[in-house]
């Protein structure tokens, strides 16, 4: 069914990023269209989740990234979505914490500017969820992942743009990354992903 309906739309994701089906008649073309993620209009986000001495939950997110969408109807399964955050973008909240997040003990964003996520693959689950499969670097260290992806909605804009909308999580290990161990409650992080993408006219 996923499969089915899956075909009648080109759809949107990431990283994250969110590739998802059961949208059928909104988009009719069989051929690949491009979409942008709206990162202009802050419909767009990248955020992560990890815990703070297994007491409570410190949340951030990177105000600047980018990534491009390429879809095509006849054949979801071959869409591909890559991303590119500026790391130095990092932000929780908290100045003194995100100076040491961005040192080389986590991201050393002077070193390694940029993490990136490439799609290598797309599997339904359900007539609106699919898992989303790809390489992720951080740190120039690059590791393949999961990630469950959620369609949320599409069509029109009032502004005569066509949009599609996902949301999708993962929860990777800290030390794949070479990042600083940070205790017992603290070894993942859940990688949190909010999109809309907009096609290119």
Request: proline share 3%; aromatic share 10%.
């Amino acid at each position: 069914m996923f499969k089915s309906k899956f075909k009648k739309v080109v759809i949107a994701s990431i990283l994250s990023l969110g590739i998802t089906g059961g949208i059928a008649g909104n988009i009719t073309t069989a051929s690949a269209e491009s979409y942008t993620l709206d990162t202009k209009g802050a419909h767009a986000s990248i955020q992560f989740k990890i815990s703070h001495l297994g007491y409570s939950w410190v949340l951030a997110r990177f105000n600047k990234f980018e990534g491009q969408m390429e879809f095509d109807a006849s054949k979801p399964e071959a869409s591909s979505v890559n991303i590119t955050v500026d790391t130095a973008s990092l932000d929780s909240n908290h100045a003194e914490r995100d100076k040491h997040l961005r040192s080389d003990d986590f991201f050393d964003v002077s070193k390694f500017p940029t993490a990136t996520f490439v799609s290598t693959g797309l599997k339904s689950t359900g007539e609106k969820t699919a898992t989303l499969s790809g390489d992720l670097t951080i740190k120039g260290v690059t590791k393949p992942i999961t990630m469950d992806v959620n369609w949320i909605g599409g069509g029109d804009d009032p502004w005569g743009n066509v949009r599609q909308g996902f949301e999708g999580s993962t929860v990777i290990p800290v030390a794949d990354y070479g990042m600083l161990n940070m205790g017992p409650a603290a070894q993942e992080v859940e990688i949190l992903v909010f999109f809309e993408g907009v096609r290119k006219k």
